[in-house]
């Protein structure tokens, strides 16, 4: 069990450019979630997937960030035109099931730069 | 909306000594996770008590689910131990929005 893999592990761009984060949850794990972790806000859940159907974006800036699940072993979170306040990490979760108390699995996180 | 207060901010222990983090959550949770993040790293689950009290190894964790807290005890710390600890519970009605504190900064000094 590789656990869950992140990739890029860290990502320079520079200001107005595009970012695509890549997640691969751990096999057979029906729930996938994405959070940023920042010094100042820390750690904020930005969306769910569950059964690869998205289910939650509250946490989603809602312009110039969408995520995509296409099929069950890979995510996506893409940010357009990444602005400096993107500089954060960003972490992909997953978990069997979701609700009722489901332990998520974290990945290592993709180190955003913004420069 | 729900909050997580963790509590101290950060701690510095000679090794060996025993740490006792805390915290504390607004409203009921189902699920409570204790993580751990070392310098730069990905968060490790530690345990995952959401109620009462678990061991593992020199971590014990104790939840009053009732009063709204958790506590994770570390026994005999390492330098190795440094690093920081977050708590994470979810939101109840939408189980699925873990929701984590601050953390609190341990710093093991040799």
């Known amino acids: 069990n590789a656990g869950v893999i992140q990739t890029p592990r860290h990502k320079v761009t520079g200001k107005g450019q595009e970012a695509t984060l890549w997640c691969e949850p751990i096999?057979?794990?029906?729930?996938v979630f994405w959070y940023r972790q920042t010094i100042v806000q820390g750690l904020e859940f930005l969306t769910y997937f569950r059964n690869q159907a998205p289910i939650d974006d509250s946490g989603m800036p809602k312009e110039r960030f969408s995520a995509q699940m296409p099929n069950q072993s890979h995510s996506t979170l893409k940010i357009q035109s990444t602005q400096p306040q993107d500089s954060a990490v960003y972490l992909c979760?997953?978990?069997?099931?979701?609700?009722?108390?489901?332990?998520?699995?974290f990945g290592p996180g993709t180190r955003l730069t913004v420069l | 909306g729900q909050q997580v207060q963790q509590s101290p901010s950060s701690l510095v222990l000679q090794e060996g000594e025993n740490a006792e983090l805390q915290c504390n959550f607004s409203?009921?949770?189902?699920?409570l996770q204790w993580f751990y993040q070392s310098p730069g790293g990905s968060l490790v689950s530690l345990l995952s008590n959401p109620s009462g009290t678990k061991h593992t190894g020199r971590l014990t964790s104790t939840t009053v689910t009732k009063e709204r807290r958790s506590s994770l005890h570390i026994s005999s710390s390492q330098t190795t131990d440094s690093g920081t600890y977050l708590c994470?519970?979810?939101?109840?009605?939408?189980?699925?929005?873990?929701?984590f504190g601050k953390g609190t900064h341990l710093h093991v000094l040799p």
């Open positions: 979760a997953s978990s069997l099931g979701a609700g009722g108390g489901a332990e998520q699995f």
């Open positions: 994470a519970i979810d939101r109840g009605t939408n189980a699925y929005k873990v929701i």
């Open positions: 096999s057979g794990h029906s729930a």
């Open positions: 409203s009921t949770a189902t699920q």
